[in-house]
């Protein structure tokens, strides 16, 4: 029996090394990472300039705190800063401690404004924000809070897309509302460009911040750096993670300096967060992902997957219902069940990971070329089609 607490449903499979957009077991079987550790691997594995910034830190520094200036975390934070709408930036070590800095940040922005009551935010329904006590109240999804009560209080949530219902939300202690502009394990489901705009203007209205989850759709999977881009608006807080760190456990929120000046001198703060190791990689992945047409390229190559992704669903209706998502973070809608596709994708050499309503995420590593998409067009054919067959039988 393993001594690993099993949390988790795990695959019966063991991986050895990673290259690109393929991973293999130890005895030389290969797969095509279409998981990229849940839309993290975002150079994909073993890319090497991203090794080498990891291998040159090691050798030289790894941990000092942040009780010291951390050359990496400047370096880091100003690119990010000149990039997006952001002045600031704090590093944490995951998803769910940027979106839990964000919250207190919101908070801490009134109560530093003289306006202690705005405390609770407002978030949606199918939102996923990690998986500490506070994320998962934020969240509410009952998948995730069942007998982990009490749940932490400040939190009210609306309906997706509901700017009615929104609005009725909204009362003299609202401080925040919080939003994926594409839900991840929600389903891979993209908000409409002008149901962020609207999110802005009634932020502006009601004197609320607007923070965007980008955990997923940011650090590039949109073909945009940030998801919200596309929309010509932007948040006051962002939190940021899974591709950022292309494997390193590195997260970040981002702010800007009016929405931060609550955030002085011993208000926050983490002990890893922003490392040297981190800060390398960090800085390693951004290289990568600011080159000249890197972005434009995953708009492309993301474009092309979409029809064909159409076409397979239009091809095998019984089994696949609809496309999702945005740039390289797809989603199929399944007709039949979505974990059991999963497996059997897996069985054919195609990674994918499950999400919400019945979807089989789609999440190749940004640097995925056409080839590998048509290779992972083959599998889902195929198995699409032995399905079918197998059912109509
Ligand atoms: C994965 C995810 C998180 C949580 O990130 P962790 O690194 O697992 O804590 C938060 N928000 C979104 C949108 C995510 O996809």
Redo the contacts with the bound molecule.
């Keep these: 029996m393993s001594a690993v607490m099993p949390t988790y449903a795990r695959a019966n499979l063991e991986f050895d090394r990673g290259e690109g957009c393929y991973l293999y077991t130890a005895d030389n079987r290969r797969f095509l990472d279409f998981a990229a550790g849940?839309?993290v691997t975002s150079v994909g594995h073993s890319h090497p300039h991203v090794v080498d910034a990891l291998k040159s830190q090691a050798e030289k520094l790894w941990h000092v705190s942040n009780l010291y200036t951390i050359p990496g975390q400047e370096k880091l934070a100003k690119r990010l800063c000149e990039n997006s709408f952001a002045d600031v930036v704090f590093f944490s070590n995951?998803?769910?401690?940027?979106?839990e800095g964000a919250i207190k940040l919101a908070r801490k922005y009134h109560s530093a404004d003289g306006r202690p009551e705005k405390t609770r935010i407002i978030t949606v329904k199918g939102a996923?924000?990690?998986?500490t006590t506070t994320?998962i109240a934020a969240a509410g999804n009952e998948k995730y809070t069942e007998g982990f009560g009490p749940l932490a209080p400040g939190f009210d949530t609306v309906a997706w897309g509901n700017l009615n219902e929104l609005r009725g939300a909204i009362t003299h202690e609202t401080a925040a509302i919080m939003v994926?502009p594409v839900?991840?394990?929600g389903g891979i489901r993209p908000a409409s460009l002008d149901y962020l705009r609207e999110l802005r203007k009634i932020a502006d209205e009601y004197g609320l911040l607007l923070i965007f989850?980008?955990?997923?759709?940011g650090f590039g999977r949109s073909g945009k750096l940030f998801g919200h881009e596309w929309a010509g608006i932007a948040p006051d807080v962002m939190?940021i993670?899974?591709g950022m760190g292309g494997g390193f456990p590195v997260?970040a929120f981002l702010a800007t300096a009016e929405a931060a000046k609550g955030m002085t001198a011993g208000t926050h703060g983490s002990t890893y967060g922003g490392n040297p190791l981190a800060m390398a990689v960090g800085n390693a992945v951004l290289d990568v992902v600011l080159e000249p047409g890197f972005l434009e390229r995953v708009d492309m190559v993301g474009r092309r997957f979409w029809k064909l992704l159409l076409d397979l669903v239009a091809k095998h209706p019984s089994v696949f219902e609809e496309v999702r998502g945005a740039g390289l973070m797809l989603g199929l809608k399944c007709v039949v069940p979505n974990g059991e596709m999963v497996g059997r994708l897996r069985e054919e050499g195609l990674l994918t990971v499950p999400a919400a309503e019945n979807v089989v995420r789609l999440l190749p590593p940004l640097t995925v070329e056409d080839r590998q998409i048509d290779e992972a067009m083959a599998i889902l054919d195929r198995v699409a089609a032995n399905w079918a067959a197998s059912s109509a039988a």
């Design positions: 849940i839309a995951s998803g769910a401690e940027a979106c996923f924000h990690g998986r994320t994926e839900q991840g394990e989850d980008e955990v997923q759709i939190a993670a899974k997260g």
